[in-house]
DNA sequence: GTCTATAAGTGGATAGAC
DNA sequence: GTCTATCCACTTATAGAC
C-alpha cells in the first residue's frame, strides 16, 4: 500500500506546474505560482522534484503523453486516408490558449535545456509519422496525387495547425483557427479531384 | 542641428532592444541585457525611454514595419498572383530564429500589454490581405479554382509559415520551414490543375 | 512529508551627482 | 545626457525544525 497522502500533493504540483506551463510556458513559471494554485508548501516542492527542471521537464513529458494518445487516437482510426487528415484538421482547438507544447517552441527556459525540448520534439516527430502515414494511405486510396510528397505535407499539415495558434494568438482571433484549417481541407479535395485522369 | 551623441545612443538601445527581443522574446529580455549589448548606461536607458513597455513597444513597432515593407515588396510585386504566393513561400527564412514578431505570439508580457501585441497584430492583419489579394489574383488568372475562399487560404498560407517557425525549433530542425512549403506550393499546383475543365 | 526561515542573485526602476 | 548608488520585490534554492 503507498502513501496516499504523498502521492495526493505530488499529484497537485505537477496538475498545477501543467497548468501553468501551458498558460505561461515554462521560463515565466515561478515556484511561488506553483505552490500558490497546488496550495502545497515549498518543502515540499523540494522534497518531491529536483529543482525547477525537475517539474517542468516532468510536466512536459506528461502532456507528450497526453497529446500523442490524442494523436494516436484521432489519426489511427477508421477510416484512414483524407478522413483521418480531415479529423486532424477538424479537432476541436481553442487559438487563443495555444498548443499545450507548440506554445513553448520559443520559450526561453525550454530553448536552454534540451531536457525541456526533447519530449516536445519526440511528440511532433510522433504526429509527423502519423500524418505521413495517413497520407500514404490516401495516396493509396486514390484520394491525393500518386506524386504527393507525404513528409513533406504531413509537415505542412503540422505547420498550419501550429501557425493558427500563432495567428490567432497574436491577433486574438479565435476564428483563425477554424479558416486557416477549412483552407487546407479545401487545397487536398482540390488537388484529390484530378487524380485519375 | 540634432544632437549626434543622442541619437546614436537611443539608436544602440533600440538595435539592442530589436535583437534581444528576437533572440528571447520580451519577458525575458531585461533592462541588465539590454545595456550590455548596446554598451550604454543605466541612466541613457531611463533618460530615453518610459520603462520596459516604453522600449519593448518601440522596437515591435520598429521591427513590424521592416517586416511590413519586405511583405510589400514580395507579394505587390509582379508577377501577381500565383507567383506573388510563391516568392512569399520560398522567401530564405531560418526557422530556428524564429519570426521576428510570430516568435511573440505567447510571449507573457505581450499576452499582458495589448500595446505590445497592437503592432503584431495589424502586421498580421497586412500581410494577410496581401495574401488574400494575390489569391483572388491567382483565381482571376485561371490559376486556382474559383471557388476559393481568399480570406481562408491567406490565413492557411500564413499559419504554415509560422507553424514551420513552431516546429523547426522544436525539432531543431531548419528543413522543416522547406517542406512545409514546398508541401504548400504542391497542392496549390495540383489544385490549380483541374481549373476549366 | 511538511513547515518556516533564510539567503544570494536578479529584475525593474528611482535618486541625485556630474 | 550619462553616471553610480540605491531600492524593493521576486526568483530559485537551501537549512533545519517538527
Chains 1, 2 share one sequence.
Not at 487516437?73 to 480531415?86: C, K
Not at 479529423?87 to 499545450?100: E, F, T, V
Request: with cysteine; glycine share 10%.
Amino acid at each position: 500500500m503507498y502513501n496516499m497522502s504523498e502521492t495526493d500533493t505530488r499529484s497537485r504540483l505537477l496538475w498545477a506546474a501543467k497548468e501553468l506551463i501551458w498558460e505561461y510556458g515554462v521560463a515565466a513559471t515561478s515556484p511561488g505560482m506553483l505552490l500558490r494554485r497546488s496550495g502545497a508548501g515549498q518543502g515540499s516542492l523540494y522534497h518531491f522534484f529536483d529543482g525547477k527542471a525537475g517539474w517542468a521537464r516532468e510536466a512536459i513529458v506528461a502532456v507528450a503523453a497526453e497529446l500523442t494518445a490524442e494523436a494516436d487516437e484521432t489519426l489511427a482510426g477508421e477510416p484512414a486516408g483524407l478522413p483521418a487528415i480531415e479529423r486532424y484538421l477538424q479537432r476541436p482547438r481553442n487559438a487563443l490558449l495555444g498548443c499545450r507544447l507548440g506554445r513553448l517552441a520559443f520559450d526561453p527556459d525550454v530553448i536552454a535545456d534540451d531536457q525541456l525540448r526533447a519530449p516536445i520534439a519526440g511528440y511532433f516527430a510522433h504526429l509527423r509519422r502519423l500524418l505521413a502515414g495517413a497520407v500514404r494511405d490516401a495516396v493509396r486510396q486514390g484520394e491525393l496525387p500518386a506524386s504527393t510528397d507525404a513528409r513533406a505535407l504531413a509537415e505542412a499539415l503540422c505547420a498550419v495547425v501550429q501557425g493558427a495558434y500563432v495567428t490567432g494568438r497574436a491577433s486574438d482571433d479565435a476564428a483563425a483557427m477554424r479558416r486557416a484549417t477549412k483552407a487546407m481541407r479545401a487545397l487536398l479535395h482540390a488537388a484529390g479531384a484530378g487524380v485519375g485522369r
